[in-house]
Structures are given as structure tokens and as C-alpha cells.
């Protein structure tokens, strides 16, 4: 669960029609900041709309990025 003030929150659900500020995404989904970096680090960054310094998350992409989250770290890792 997310942190909000210092408490732990139960995450809400994303709306597809819905435009989410960066920090508003994280805590309506429930995925940390270490998560979007280790996806991006995947090769799977979370797609941002940049509006001057401020990053929004567009609903329907999130979702998208979210099911491709979950199949690839679902997958098996090769072994050595």
C-alpha cells in the first residue's frame, strides 16, 4: 500500500478517462517511484505528458503500462 502522510493507504482504481498529476497516479495505483524506475530501467517507461515542470499521467496509458508491467515481470528469468 502506498504512504500518504506517513499512513498507509489502500490504492484506488485508475480511471482511463481520467488525467492524473505524476504523484496522483503513484498513489491512485499503488506503484512506488522504485517501480516506475525499475520499469523504465526495463526498458518500459511509464509514458508522461510534460506541461511546463509538471508530468501528468493520461488514465488509459497508464493502464496499458500497468498490464505490460505485469507480463513482464510475470515472465520467468532465463537462468544463467
Known amino acids: 500500500?502506498?504512504?500518504?502522510n506517513g499512513r498507509?493507504?489502500?490504492a484506488a482504481y485508475i480511471d482511463p478517462e481520467r488525467l492524473y498529476s505524476y504523484r496522483g497516479f503513484q498513489i491512485s495505483s499503488g506503484i512506488s517511484q522504485t517501480r516506475i524506475r525499475e520499469?523504465?530501467?526495463m526498458g518500459l517507461p511509464l509514458p508522461?505528458?510534460?506541461?511546463?515542470?509538471?508530468?501528468?499521467v493520461r488514465g488509459?496509458?497508464?493502464i496499458?503500462?500497468?498490464e505490460k508491467l505485469a507480463e513482464l515481470t510475470s515472465q520467468p528469468k532465463a537462468e544463467s
Do not use: D
Open 60 to 62: 488509459r496509458e497508464a
Open 8 to 10: 498507509q493507504q489502500p
Open 1 to 4: 500500500m502506498p504512504k500518504v
Open 48 to 56: 508522461i505528458l510534460k506541461i511546463g515542470r509538471r508530468n501528468y
Open 64 to 66: 496499458e503500462w500497468m
Open 39 to 41: 520499469a523504465r530501467l
